[in-house]
């Protein structure tokens, strides 16, 4: 099993910053916005060994920290796959990788954004988190702005 908080710990710590448009430019992943289905918040591609990031245009700030969390998991996680985040609770995508992804940008937004670190600890805390219910953290996160 993976160890999701020492993984973003070691991330923060080689690069100083838990905001993640500072760690993608520190990971030489670039993000470009484009106009995408209102269901696809974003996807990570590989082109040519270079790494980016597609974020709907059409994301608040808050939705598009969320999207670019989820997407450096799955950059550091998953290398060579490229994945989208669907942060809605109407539409789910069960894999391991995509449960992977949301629990690392967990763990990264519980140190770049002002939410409630002990309701995230304790989802963290458990052996097997639901992943439904991770991903309906980072849909509230969304929504709620």
Known sequence: MINMKLRVKNLMNKYGTADPFEL???L???IIHAPLPDHIRGFLVSVLRRKYIILNE???YLAQKITVCHEIGHAQLHRGYGYY???DQAYYVPS???KE???YAIHLLSHSSDIDG???ARILNEKEPDPREVHGIL???IDSN
């Open 24 to 26: 993608v430019d520190d």
């Open 28 to 30: 030489n992943i670039k």
């Open 58 to 60: 059409n994301l608040c």
């Open 85 to 87: 985040l669907h942060a």
């Open 96 to 98: 391991r990788r995509e």
């Open 101 to 103: 992804a949301n629990e």
């Open 118 to 120: 002990e309701y995230i």
């Open 139 to 141: 849909g509230m996160f």
